[in-house]
C-alpha cells in the first residue's frame, strides 16, 4: 500500500519530431488524455517515455537518452556509455561502449543517480552510438 505522503512517479513523454529534427513538447499522460493535442498525424513524431530517474546533475532519463554510468573498480572508477531502453517490462541501460562490450546490459548500475550522468540521446547525438576505431 502507498503512503499518503509518497508521490507516485509522475507518467510524462517527449516527442521527438523526425522532420524537423528537434524536441517538440514534454508532457503529463494526464494532458495528453485531459487536454489533447490536436495531433491529427502522429507519424512523424517519435514518443520517449520519462524513466521516473534523474541523473547526478538533476536532470530527467528518458528512453533513447544517451547516459554514462561509472562503474566502481577496487581500483578505479571504469565508465562505460549506454542507452536507455524498456526491455521485458523495465528500464535497462544497454551498454555502447565501455567495461562489458558493446550489446551487453548493465542496468544492476543503473539506479544509482550519484553514478549516472546523460550526456546526450539516440536522436540529436547518434554519432554517440558508434564504436571509436
Known sequence: MIKPDREARIIKFRTWDKIDKKWQETFTIEEACWIGFGWDNTDHLIFSQFTGLLDKNGKEIYEGDIVQIRL???????????????????????????????????????????????IGNIYENPELLKEKP
Do not use: C
Open 72 to 118: 566502481m573498480d577496487e581500483e578505479e572508477s571504469l565508465f562505460v556509455l549506454t542507452e536507455i531502453v524498456w526491455h521485458n517490462y523495465k528500464w535497462l541501460a544497454r551498454s555502447i561502449k565501455g567495461k562489458g562490450g558493446q550489446g551487453n546490459w548493465t542496468y544492476k548500475y543503473f539506479d544509482n543517480p550519484k553514478n549516472t550522468e546523460v
